[in-house]
């Protein structure tokens, strides 16, 4: 698979056609990048970007919905960022508020990682179970 595929798909999904991109190629590069390191971690499978832009070895389709899953809200965050300048303008009868963008972005974004965040948990249990129960013990102290 070539991360050039994966890109078009990220740029489908978050990009209004008809209208410049707002994350140039490198940027979701990064957003590819970390997705790969995040599935790596969560499914125990190691994929890797090769210098022609290729990963290999070839995600399955499930691990392809997962990369782009994750890399979709790495995109979210990258837009957060870039609309967290919005502005509020109005005049007379006309109105323009782009205050609320990035919270939608960040909505937006946390859908994504709940959606794999859920992927993930139906195929590795162990997954989100966080840390151990405790329980303290005291040294030199009959404690029943």
Same mark, same amino acid.
Not at 41 to 63: F, N, R, W
């Given at each position: 698979m070539l991360l050039s595929e994966l890109i078009r798909g990220l740029r489908l999904e978050y990009h209004d056609a008809g209208? %410049?991109?707002?994350?140039?190629?490198? $940027?979701?590069? &990064?957003? =590819?990048? $970390?997705?790969?390191?995040? #599935?790596?971690?969560? =499914?125990?499978?190691?994929?890797? @970007?090769?210098? /022609? *832009?290729? @990963?290999? %070895?070839?995600? /399955?389709?499930?691990?392809?919905?997962?990369?782009?899953?994750?890399?979709?809200? #790495? =995109?979210? &965050?990258?837009?957060?960022?870039?609309?967290?300048? *919005? +502005?509020? +303008?109005?005049? *007379?009868?006309?109105? @323009?508020?782009?205050?609320?963008?990035?919270s939608y972005w960040a909505e937006l974004g946390k859908g994504y990682l709940d959606q794999y965040r859920q992927a993930v948990a139906e195929r590795n249990p162990e997954y989100g179970l966080g840390v151990p129960a405790v329980t303290p013990m005291i040294y030199g102290a009959d404690v029943q």
């Open positions: 209208t %410049p991109p707002s994350l140039d190629d490198d $940027q979701l590069k &990064r957003a =590819v990048s $970390q997705s790969l390191a995040a #599935v790596k971690k969560d =499914v125990k499978q190691t994929y890797l @970007i090769t210098d /022609e *832009g290729a @990963i290999t %070895p070839s995600p /399955e389709p499930e691990d392809r919905e997962l990369i782009h899953s994750y890399a979709l809200a #790495v =995109v979210c &965050r990258m837009m957060q960022a870039q609309t967290a300048r *919005g +502005f509020s +303008f109005s005049s *007379g009868d006309k109105r @323009i508020d782009k205050t609320r963008q990035p």
